[in-house]
């Protein structure tokens, strides 16, 4: 080629071999965030909200956030839907959690009536899971924990139901509405305090 010829163009950079590979959870949680925009936001705020408390690892706060957001007036509305549709996937994680609890005790032939009199603890063993596991479920509702791992972790190690509703209802309540009130009031900074 001589000097005078122009050179042939370059082909242009890939931008998918440029940009860092997303995990598989990045790239479901931004495909969950992406749908607060769509007219289906509240459903899909209320179908995340629902399988939350039993399989799906993405929090609905994904959703709530963008919602909140776009349509600030309405931060009551989404908040009190989130926390019930949460408060009925809490249930079905707490039966699943029940379900897995009863075959794992009869595979491993665990016995939860078992009685403990030591170290001024008295009660079965079953008796004292249920007791002293509700107030870590109430926290863990309003702390960003994965809320199935309380709802399944509740029915697992058979904390009472009314108990395990309690601290749902609690903690659900204060978290969603936690969240949807400082998205009301901060705005878009209250993304960088927010961990959703």
């Given at each position: 080629?001589?000097?005078?010829?122009p050179?042939?163009?370059?082909?242009p950079a890939?931008?998918?071999?440029?940009?860092?590979?997303?995990?598989?959870?990045?790239?479901?949680?931004l495909?969950?965030?992406?749908?607060?925009?769509?007219?289906?936001?509240?459903?899909?705020?209320?179908?995340?909200?629902v399988?939350?408390?039993?399989?799906?690892?993405?929090?609905?706060?994904?959703?709530?956030?963008?919602m909140?957001?776009?349509?600030?007036?309405?931060?009551?509305?989404?908040?009190?839907?989130?926390?019930?549709?949460?408060l009925v996937?809490?249930?079905?994680?707490?039966?699943?959690g029940?379900?897995?609890g009863?075959?794992?005790?009869?595979?491993?032939?665990?016995?939860?009536?078992v009685?403990?009199?030591?170290?001024g603890v008295?009660?079965t063993?079953?008796?004292?899971?249920?007791?002293?596991?509700?107030?870590l479920?109430?926290?863990?509702?309003i702390l960003?924990?994965p809320?199935?791992?309380?709802?399944?972790?509740?029915?697992?190690?058979?904390?009472?139901l009314?108990?395990?509703?309690?601290?749902s209802?609690?903690g659900?309540?204060?978290?969603?509405?936690?969240v949807?009130?400082?998205?009301?009031?901060?705005?878009p900074?209250?993304?960088?305090?927010?961990r959703?």
């Open positions: 080629m001589s000097p005078t010829e050179s042939p163009p370059s082909a890939s931008p998918a071999a440029d940009a860092p590979k997303l995990s598989w959870y990045r790239r479901l949680y495909r969950v965030e992406a749908a607060s925009s769509t007219p289906h936001a509240l459903a899909t705020m209320m179908a995340v909200s399988v939350d408390g039993s399989v799906f690892p993405i929090p609905p706060f994904a959703v709530l956030v963008p909140v957001l776009a349509q600030p007036k309405k931060w009551v509305r989404y908040c009190l839907l989130g926390t019930l549709a949460s996937g809490g249930l079905i994680g707490y039966a699943l029940a379900g897995v009863e075959g794992i005790t009869q595979l491993l032939h665990i016995d939860l009536d009685r403990v009199d030591r170290f008295s009660g063993v079953g008796e004292l899971l249920g007791r002293n596991f509700w107030v479920a109430l926290l863990c509702s960003p924990t809320f199935k791992i309380v709802a399944i972790g509740s029915g697992l190690v058979s904390v009472p009314e108990r395990f509703l309690l601290a209802v609690i659900r309540s204060v978290r969603f509405f936690l949807g009130s400082v998205v009301r009031f901060f705005g900074t209250a993304r960088k305090w927010l959703v």
